[in-house]
């Protein structure tokens, strides 16, 4: 009775709190928690949940209006849920205690008949089951059951695609809690989904969608022509035969389209395939990261001078590498080249169709369809500079495949003279082109985008206010740079490199930045005739001793206020090598200096 009795004003407050938990962030989040919105939501979500079973006794008719109107607020409910789970650790906390995930898998198993209350649940998942090892411990094999079998429903509209994605997204979240010998058939069944969404031609379904919408309102608008005009008719043999009332005419003007709900089915479809595309995208990225370092790891290490001994000896015992690599499983490996994801994932790194983009930017509704193609090629960017960095040139498509990669992104960044203002972008294809490098250089694969052209990138990008960007422009230029440092006849081009790095190097304000820069100078001048003839004419031994106490009292001044531990950890790795560095260039000058 009471969910009955506010049907209206609950729909249209969840639709509120919805919006205001969307669009205000983590502080608003996380201020709805600590007012106490998880108990009346939760109690809302149960009381949705007992609505729906109690529908089940009702008369046919009944049943269904009480059931479209108990999902449409349990959709709205959950939307909440989703939200302020996805910003506030506390309420996941509360999803946990509360078994809110009973309640919530119980409304995706109804996907058959509502797939965007299915959708919502599947957002809500896969953001709940993301380092939660806690909620992993409740999926029994029934819950299990209810993600797989919304996992491979039929795919009859972008929609369920959209659905199939997502959930294909939480399963992979629960990868540590499904046994060990179904988890090569799990990943399989995940990348047959992805590889499936990426192959679908989003271009094609833009135009398509957007014909069927322009034939729908074409058709509309011609049928609600022919209902005016008979209804023309009848006033006119109404008039003849008596006087009509004025309200009875303004009645029989009244067109059947007002009568009917506006829709936007085909706008929907089209951002549902987008929305699965990126999530894809996204997932295929999560599977290739590696756990990272945790931060007890590395909480007894100090920045001062003593923790040297321990960097020295751990530099030394793990041949020059402090972090371990990535490596893939073998089930993942394989399953990601069996599926060509490598493949479906560089193609998309493609900028968005010309065509599509001239279609939506003349219809209004559709114009945010810009933004998501372009937030597409960004995750494919990603994509790529995982994938590069993970598998084995031969499973990439072999030498001439990272050529063609190579100046593919080059003619990316020089087909868009104001790149450096598109900061996602940027730190999407700085590294993937990182990446790209990192690969062809340690294979002595030739590169194809010239010393110049990197210079140019690099100046340009030097300036973004996103570390991660200037990091990849000094790693870029490190890479380059160390392979001309082998090559004759490069002097003039390592000098240029070396004042570059050596300027950020000393002036950047973040000392990551700064102390990859290090790294790349080490890297270019670290052998080689070139190298130590452009050492010697850009006087890098006075600068680097000059810098050397500064580096060092930065890291211990700011080290344990700005930077993680893992963070401290490489810098402190830099000040080691910057000594060793030092007095390997004191060689080089004695021994080239008359």
Not at 168 to 191: C, F, H, M, R, Y
Not at 375 to 386: D, E
Request: aromatic share 6%; charged share 25%; proline share 4%.
């Amino acid at each position: 009775m009471g969910l009955e009795r506010r049907k209206t004003t609950g729909r249209w407050r969840s639709f509120w709190k919805r919006n205001l938990s969307a669009c205000g962030g983590f502080e608003v989040c996380d201020d709805m928690v600590t007012k106490d919105i998880m108990t009346p939501l939760v109690a809302l979500l149960k009381e949705c949940s007992a609505g729906l079973d109690s529908n089940e006794m009702s008369p046919q008719e009944k049943k269904d209006q009480n059931r479209n109107a108990t999902e449409n607020i349990a959709n709205e409910a959950v939307n909440v849920l989703w939200n302020i789970c996805e910003c506030s650790s506390r309420a996941v906390s509360i999803f946990n205690k509360e078994g809110c995930l009973e309640i919530v898998l119980k409304y995706l198993s109804r996907f058959s008949t509502n797939v965007d209350l299915a959708i919502s649940v599947a957002y809500c998942l896969q953001t709940v089951t993301e380092d939660n090892p806690d909620l992993l411990k409740s999926f029994s094999a029934t819950a299990l059951h209810v993600l797989e079998s919304a996992m491979v429903c039929p795919a009859s509209s972008m929609e369920y695609i959209l659905l199939k994605t997502l959930v294909a997204g939480t399963i992979w979240n629960l990868k540590d809690v499904i046994p060990s010998k179904s988890q090569a058939e799990i990943i399989n069944a995940i990348l047959k989904i992805l590889s499936e969404v990426l192959e679908m031609d989003a271009v094609e379904v833009v135009v398509q969608m957007k014909e069927a919408e322009t034939q729908r309102l074409k058709t509309a608008a011609e049928t609600e022509d022919i209902l005016h005009n008979a209804n023309g008719d009848d006033l006119m043999e109404d008039e003849e035969m008596e006087e009509i009332p004025h309200k009875r005419k303004a009645r029989k003007k009244t067109f059947i389209s007002d009568l009917l709900p506006p829709t936007d089915k085909e706008l929907r479809e089209t951002i549902a395939l987008l929305t699965a595309q990126q999530t894809a995208l996204e997932i295929i990225v999560n599977m290739c990261c590696s756990e990272d370092p945790s931060d007890d790891e590395w909480e007894d290490l100090s920045s001062s001078d003593e923790s040297d001994a321990f960097l020295e000896t751990s530099f030394s015992e793990s041949g020059g590498q402090l972090l371990s690599p990535l490596c893939l499983s073998h089930e993942i490996h394989t399953a990601l080249t069996n599926f060509f994801i490598p493949k479906k994932v560089f193609e998309k790194t493609a900028s968005p169709s010309s065509i599509a983009v001239d279609i939506c930017s003349r219809h209004p509704p559709w114009k945010p369809l810009i933004r998501k193609m372009n937030t597409i090629q960004c995750r494919a960017l990603v994509g790529l500079q995982s994938l590069v960095s993970l598998l084995d040139v031969d499973h990439l498509g072999g030498a001439p495949v990272l050529q063609t990669l190579a100046l593919h992104l080059s003619q990316l960044l020089f087909a868009q003279p104001d790149f450096v203002k598109n900061a996602d972008f940027l730190e999407a294809i700085s590294s993937a082109l990182r990446a790209l490098l990192q690969t062809m250089a340690s294979k002595s694969i030739p590169q194809c985008m010239t010393p110049d052209q990197l210079m140019s990138f690099c100046k340009a990008s030097i300036h973004s206010s996103n570390v991660g960007v200037r990091v990849n422009v000094v790693s870029i230029l490190g890479i380059t740079g160390s392979v001309l440092a082998k090559e004759d006849g490069t002097l003039e081009t390592l000098q240029t490199i070396g004042c570059f790095l050596l300027e950020v190097a000393t002036k950047d304000p973040c000392l990551v930045v700064a102390g990859e820069a290090l790294d790349a100078l080490f890297d270019v001048f670290a052998d080689g005739k070139e190298a130590e003839r452009a050492s010697i004419q850009i006087k890098l031994l006075s600068a680097l001793k000059e810098f050397q106490p500064i580096f060092k009292m930065k890291i211990r001044k700011e080290g344990r206020g700005k930077y993680s531990p893992d963070q401290l950890c490489v810098l402190n790795n830099v000040k080691m090598n910057l000594r060793r560095f030092v007095a390997y260039q004191e060689t080089v000058e004695k021994r080239l200096t008359p």
